[in-house]
């Protein structure tokens, strides 16, 4: 079945910037979306469509895609944005979702 | 305000059967997918599948096609996740969400269903 692709962890000092990929055969076709998961809570959608930021998520997020790549850019990390980070999109005739493994990003 | 309730925790013992519940509110429940995502211990999120309430068409991911039913009553707004039979590696936490209408995100999420099965 389709496959995602993510690094299992970044590490990145407080106000330096954080990228974490997702890579996919489908994604040229399909969008991708990131969550953003804290130790015993439910995700956090933080981004859709490849870029677009859902209301009440902070500007330092934002996405983008390039190919069979999309990345989740955090700029100026702060400690709270530690946290495990997941891409998810759909296989190319978006008939099932799936997840990548998860990133956890940690904020040195 | 739009919410997901899911059911509370379960321990079951391998080899039973368990049916999970997910209730929405504050939204048109026949009218957004509701999907099902397993989380092992220790282990990241797996899409399991989705259904729409409104027709109970339903998807499943290659990975859980045949090792659970995805089923919902949108008279009472609830979508559920059941096993026949029970294994000590469907431990996890079990979380519902709701899709967008048009995209495959999940943008309402429950707070999740941990089931432990342990003899």
Not at chain 1, 12 to 20: D, E, F, K, L, N
């Amino acid at each position: 079945s389709y496959e995602l692709t993510q690094p299992p962890s970044v590490s990145v000092s407080p106000g330096q910037t954080a990228r974490i990929t997702c890579s996919g055969d489908a994604l040229p076709k399909q969008y991708a979306y990131w969550y953003q998961q804290k130790p015993g809570q439910a995700p956090v959608l933080v981004i859709y469509k490849d870029s677009e930021r859902p209301s009440g998520i902070p500007e330092r997020f934002s996405g983008s895609s390039s190919g069979t790549t999309v990345t989740l850019t955090i700029s100026g990390v702060q400690a709270e944005d530690e946290a495990d980070y997941y891409c998810q999109s759909a296989d190319s005739r978006a008939t099932y979702g799936v997840f990548g493994g998860g990133t956890k990003l940690t904020v040195l | 305000e739009v919410q997901l309730v899911q059911s509370g925790a379960e321990v079951k013992k391998p080899g039973e059967s368990l049916k999970i519940s997910c209730k929405g509110s504050g939204y048109s429940f026949t009218t957004y997918w509701i999907g099902w995502v397993r989380q092992m211990p220790g282990k990241g999120l797996e899409w399991m599948g989705i259904i729409y309430p409104g027709d109970s068409d339903t998807r499943y991911s290659p990975s859980f096609q045949g090792q659970v039913t995805i089923s919902a009553d949108k008279s009472i707004s609830t979508a559920y996740l059941q096993w026949s039979s029970l294994k000590a590696s469907d431990t996890a936490m079990y979380y519902c969400a709701r899709r967008d209408l048009s995209n495959y995100y999940m943008d309402v999420w429950g707070k999740g269903t941990t089931v432990t099965v342990s003899s």
